[in-house]
């Protein structure tokens, strides 16, 4: 996962269609119930404490205020821990002030939200003493991307939660964002908005072609990350689950490594389906190698469906997935569409 300046070349597909779980009128029993079960994250309400952490590279200060003044707006109170930055030339801070924050914030009694600020590199470092803690009473949003698909694939397997593969604090306030993309961000955190349907799926190979409902949740992130947690503990596991990829400023041939990887070394064994979100990168040829050869040569490779059309990831658009959660794939009159239950856990 390479960062690149922020003029990408990019596919941003799909749409996004949100609705209550009660308006959705062909949602299956099996669906409603698995949509009740498990941890279930706490909305939030005007007032509440967002605890803000930095468990991989360091943002500006400015790039902070700005993201905390967004969350003062919507009516809550962002806590930044006091030190939260002393960055050196790979981190936020040492290894130990980052778990230390990231520590406090699970484990506060007063926050219903542990919000990242930047993902970059580091918060595989902290897996280790993340794995010696006690499981958290309380069940609480984990929100961010890219670094920290790390800790998303940690909570989801160690403590059973349901995370949200959403913005970052450092993108929340630059003004990137679409108001609309924004709004929606605010309804889900905020219980509002209990359903996210997203529509128009592409079918990348036959099985997908020929693809007709699956019941199941969704895990992953980047893809960078994910590979890299092959052969150790906190592997993450897609056995039974909808796998979501997504990637940055990787070349075409290191995305097939990663892709060839994940086949050769069995951590594709028994995943339900394969969904892609942005794979952006600066040069326009080389994005276009990577989704006219490289992608569509994986997916043909693959047995289970594959689809591409998540508006998910490093992109101008950033929609939030959530992992851990009921979803339903289904194909349906209009195409096929993902819909996804919101805070809790499968």
Known sequence: ????????????????????????????GAFKEKAQKGAKWQPLVPGDVIDIVAPGSACSMQELRLG???????????????GL?????????????????LK?????????????LRGGYGSNRLLPE??????????????????????????????????????????????DHPKSDLLRLKRVVTG????LVFKNLIALNRKAREFGTLVSSVVGGNLCVLDSSIGTPWQFDCKDKILFLEEIGEKPHRVD??????????????????????FLIE????????????????AERMKIPVFRGLPVGHGKKQRALPFGTAVKLAKGTGGVKLTCSVGVAE
């Not at 914030?105 to 990242?116: H, P, T």
Request: with cysteine.
């Open 1 to 28: 996962m390479k960062l690149t300046s922020k003029k990408l070349a990019h596919l941003d597909s799909g749409n996004f269609e949100p609705k209550t779980l009660a308006d959705l009128s062909d949602f299956k």
């Open 130 to 175: 993340l794995d010696k803690m006690t499981k958290p009473k309380q069940t609480k949003y984990l929100i961010g991307y890219s670094d920290i698909t790390s800790i998303h694939s940690f909570v989801q397997r160690k403590w059973k939660w349901p995370s949200l593969h959403g913005p970052l604090i450092e993108r929340l306030g630059s003004g």
């Open 85 to 101: 930055l002393d960055p050196g030339p790979l981190f936020s801070n040492s290894d130990e002030n980052r778990f230390l924050h």
């Open 283 to 298: 040069s326009p040829n080389l994005h276009r190698m990577i989704w006219s050869r490289v992608i569509p040569e994986f």
């Open 257 to 278: 490594r990663f892709f060839v990887h994940l086949e050769q070394s069995g951590a594709l064994k028994g995943c339900k389906a394969i969904l892609l979100g942005n």
């Open 68 to 82: 905390v003044r967004v969350l003062s707006d919507w009516g809550f109170v962002p806590r930044v821990p006091k």
């Open 104 to 116: 406090n914030a699970f484990q506060a009694a007063d926050s219903k939200v542990v919000w990242c």
């Open 192 to 195: 509002q908005q209990d359903v």
